[in-house]
């Protein structure tokens, strides 16, 4: 029984969007990365869905890039996807092409959820990739033009994910936030680091959607993976 | 001859009957409570999924009532919210009437909130009660001093047990960290005439931490609980046990207006930077008179997107003979 009418239904309501994105090159194929990420996602999307109050104070979509990128589920509730498309492993590893689109499709999405009442709190980009980006230009204009805060007023925080061949300067480069940038540890072969990414990437969201005002938590290292510390000295 | 059976109907398809909806409503309403297993009973009982008072003092119509939130009832945890409303009579026979809402914000899975804020809500009312029923008037200075008088009391008393006292902790008091069973503390004081009378009545408030108080009339809700230069404090350290100070004010109130105390799992949907939102439109409009208990009890249950947290509301109409639908 509608009260009032929808066209100004979320009137004061906070959300949160999270933007998961996921490498597709060539190599996410060789080792594993395509069929580990194919089999968490789906996790991902129940455990979500499965928490009504997570599943109205977040958004989620999925992203995937490569030698271009594409958005393979626009932002909405997880409730409003009936499944998660997989990833399709192709071409290269183009982090700026990703970046440019993130910039254009996180703006629009946030004026959307504004017109629709919503309150829009700093989307969160989750960026997953196991190599080092192979653009002719420079990858490093778009990222800026995508997380300045003064010069974008749709900025993203991005947590960025790095496995196999993934530089862990290029990784922690990537990363906006302290404590925001992760790799496989040692000996982790990439397929089961990324086993363990996806879930600690769901509980992430669960934190933070979990609050009486959503606000970002971030993942917690765990078996497989760490936190890249670039202060720590490394002898090896 | 056998009784014939009747044929079971299905309810598949039918509607599921929600509570009053404002806008497109959450993802938690849209499944009966029986059936979404969302809607978990406290193990230790005494859910508090409802809990209102209404009645009458002098001129004044007061509706109380706390409602537990979707989120602590999807983790099976009791309502945090609490209010007390208590009535007196101050030596030269004036009435008055007390209210008291607190907010439980003990860390995060702690189950002492509940005990935190039903307690002090209880003492602090009844306390500031006892000292004005012993005064000659109710006057600001006093007002002030009362409160904080009593409060200190109540920081006091709600940390002695015994471990059978209701809701309260099972550890010994001398092992409990406060920050388990903090609270935020709103309180307002004001006059209920006997007589028909035309002149503003005076409005005595204080608070600790987020929960606000507004005077609503026809022109819709104004916060009445800002310091001095208008500005609203930063509330994330103020609580019971951790405030230094507290906020007083007063107000006036006329007989066309309306006293509102909430906790912020209401009043975080009627105002936001001044500006009226769908929620608080709602409720302004059905609140500028006296409601009935039931309807006052659907009222804040309203179903918004994303209103997850327990809320209290405390209405206080003046005049309320007047008032007539």
Redesign the interface.
């Known amino acids: 029984m509608a009260i009032t009418d929808e066209s100004n239904y979320a009137d004061g309501a906070k959300v949160l969007p999270f933007y998961i994105v996921c490498d597709e090159s060539a190599s996410m194929d060789q080792n594993g990365g395509i069929d580990a990420i194919n089999e968490s996602l789906p996790d991902l999307h129940a455990t979500i869905t499965a928490d009504p109050l997570v599943n109205d104070k977040t958004r989620i979509a999925l992203v995937s890039f490569s030698s271009e990128a594409q958005v393979l589920v626009p932002l909405c509730a997880a409730a409003d996807v009936d499944e998660m498309p997989g990833v399709t492993a192709t071409g290269s590893t183009k982090y700026g092409a990703v970046f440019e689109l993130l910039k254009r499709v996180i703006t629009d999405d946030g004026r959307m959820l504004r017109s629709d009442g919503f309150q829009v709190i700093r989307p969160t980009v989750f960026f997953v990739s196991d190599g080092e980006p192979t653009d002719e230009g420079d990858w490093e204009t778009p990222h800026a033009e995508l997380t300045d805060k003064n010069s974008n007023p749709w900025a993203a925080n991005i947590i960025a994910f790095g496995v196999d061949s993934a530089d862990r300067n290029t990784i922690f480069r990537v990363a906006t936030l302290k404590g925001g940038a992760f790799e496989s540890s040692k000996g982790s072969a990439p397929a089961a680091a990324l086993k363990k990414m996806i879930p600690a990437i769901t509980k992430s969201i669960i934190k933070s959607g979990s609050q009486s005002v959503p606000q970002l938590v971030l993942p917690k290292e765990g078996d497989g993976f760490n936190v890249i510390d670039l202060d720590v000295i490394d002898e090896g | 001859m056998a009784p014939r059976r009747r044929k079971g109907k299905s309810i598949k398809g039918r509607a599921y009957?929600?509570a009053?909806?404002?806008?497109?409503?959450?993802?938690?309403a849209?499944k009966p409570w029986w059936d979404?297993d969302?809607w978990l009973l406290d193990k230790e009982g005494h859910n508090r999924d409802i809990a209102c008072d209404v009645g009458t003092v002098g001129d004044l119509a007061v509706a109380a009532a706390s409602v537990r939130g979707?989120?602590h009832r999807?983790s099976g945890q009791r309502c945090e919210d609490s209010f007390c409303v208590t009535t007196g009579t101050t030596a030269e026979e004036e009435l008055f009437v007390v209210i008291a809402i607190g907010d439980g914000l003990g860390s995060d899975g702690s189950p002492y909130s509940a005990y935190g804020s039903k307690r002090v809500t209880y003492l602090f009312a009844n306390k500031l009660t006892s000292w004005f029923s012993a005064a000659s008037e109710i006057v600001s200075e006093a007002f002030v001093e009362a409160s904080e008088e009593v409060i200190e009391e109540v920081r006091n008393a709600v940390k002695s047990w015994t471990p059978d006292d209701y809701l309260a902790p099972t550890e010994t008091p001398a092992d409990a960290d406060p920050a388990n069973f903090d609270t935020t503390l709103t309180f307002a004081v004001l006059p209920a005439r006997t007589a028909a009378a035309e002149q503003p009545r005076t409005v005595l408030w204080g608070t600790i931490g987020d929960s606000p108080i507004f005077k609503l009339s026809a022109q819709g809700w104004e916060m009445v609980s800002t310091a001095e230069d208008g500005e609203i404090l930063d509330s994330a350290t103020r609580t019971l046990y951790s405030a230094t100070e507290i906020l007083h004010g007063e107000t006036e109130l006329t007989n066309d207006e309306v006293l509102v105390l909430t906790t912020?799992?209401v009043s975080?949907?009627l105002m936001?930077s001044g500006k009226t939102?769908?929620?608080?439109?709602?409720l302004a409009e059905r609140w500028q008179r006296p409601v009935r208990i039931e309807s006052f009890v659907s009222d804040l249950m309203?179903d918004?997107?994303?209103?997850?947290?327990d809320r209290t509301a405390v209405v206080c109409w003046p005049d309320r003979t007047r008032r007539r639908n």
């Open positions: 009957p929600t009053r909806t404002i806008g497109t409503g959450s993802s938690f849209k979404s969302w979707n989120r999807l912020d799992g975080d949907f936001d939102l769908a929620v608080g439109a709602d309203f918004f997107i994303t209103a997850d947290d």
